[in-house]
């Protein structure tokens, strides 16, 4: 029998998940459906459950279910207790496995797709919600030398630094986007929405370091903050990578096989 997953989000019809995950499938021989699903804004929990009764075996979640589907996993993995949100779901007998596969998905892009290590680098994370509290913990598993979240407001980027403070071991520090003036970074990682609205934010060209990435979470977009990193010399990313390499986690926990992503997000980058 074919196994059915599904992307679940409002809106989601834009979703590219269901065309990479024919392609894991594809490249792996392996025999599923997955569709990307319109849950109703009050109705998320309500979808999951006739999902799973009608022989689902797990999901995605986007925008804007990801804390939702935290609350109603009955099991988390560490990964998705360190980022308060929950990306991926398991369905195994009446249980729900959380997972969240963003910050790995962010990690192997970055490492294995764009070649820069990150041990050893100079981070700036920049936003401290739910995008950049994803992304924390897989980040500093990777002992950069230092990570700074930098947020327009300096009380949520002190609370991130709070609560990763077991992890951190003095590596993170927090800093409002005014008092970056001066400082320098091997990585700039945008994890605010603010290109959404084709909005900059008020940084300093000084944060680009000489050979600095500057990634953007957000794909198919020319943001400011691509255009900033562009204009001062950085090497620029999007998060398309990302995309994948997290559906590419997301497959595995599923089906215990991990696809080449390489060759997949090369056929989704020429579409």
């Known amino acids: 029998m074919t196994d059915r997953y599904a992307v679940f989000g409002n809106p989601v019809a834009h979703s590219k998940s269901p065309q990479i995950h024919a392609l894991f499938a594809q ?5 599923i459906q997955y569709d990307a699903l319109l849950a109703p804004l009050d109705g998320f929990e309500r ?4 999902f799973m009764a009608a022989g689902g075996r797990g999901a995605n979640v986007t925008v804007p279910f990801k804390e939702q589907a935290f609350r109603v996993a009955t099991q988390l993995t560490a990964r998705a207790r360190a980022a308060g949100a ?5 369905f195994a007998d009446d249980a729900i496995v959380g997972d969240n596969t963003d910050g790995t998905g962010l990690v192997a892009d970055i490492q294995s797709n764009l070649g820069v290590w990150i041990a050893g680098t100079r981070v700036l994370l920049l936003g401290a919600g739910g995008a950049a509290r994803g992304v924390i913990l897989p980040l500093l598993e990777e002992a ?3 990570l700074v979240i930098a947020n327009r407001t300096a009380d949520k980027a002190r609370q991130l630094v709070d609560h990763f403070s077991d992890e951190a071991a003095g ?3 927090s800093v409002t986007f005014e008092q970056l003036a001066n400082h320098a970074f091997d990585l700039v990682i945008n994890a605010t929405s603010a290109g959404l609205d084709d909005a900059g934010m008020p940084l300093p060209d000084s944060i680009f370091a000489p050979g600095c990435l500057a990634y953007e979470m957000l794909y198919g977009r020319e943001t400011p903050f691509l255009r900033q990193a562009r204009r001062a010399n950085a090497r620029v990313a999007d ?13 595995f ?13 090369a056929t989704m980058r020429s579409k």
């Open 47 to 50: 979808s999951v459950h006739e």
């Open 86 to 90: 929950v990306n991926t779901l398991m």
């Open 144 to 146: 950069p030398s230092s």
């Open 239 to 251: 998060g398309l990578g990302m995309l994948v390499e997290q559906a590419a986690e997301a497959f």
């Open 171 to 173: 590596v993170m520090t």
């Open 27 to 31: 490249q792996t021989g392996q025999d």
């Open 253 to 265: 926990v599923w089906r215990g096989v991990h696809p080449d992503t390489a060759a997949v997000l």
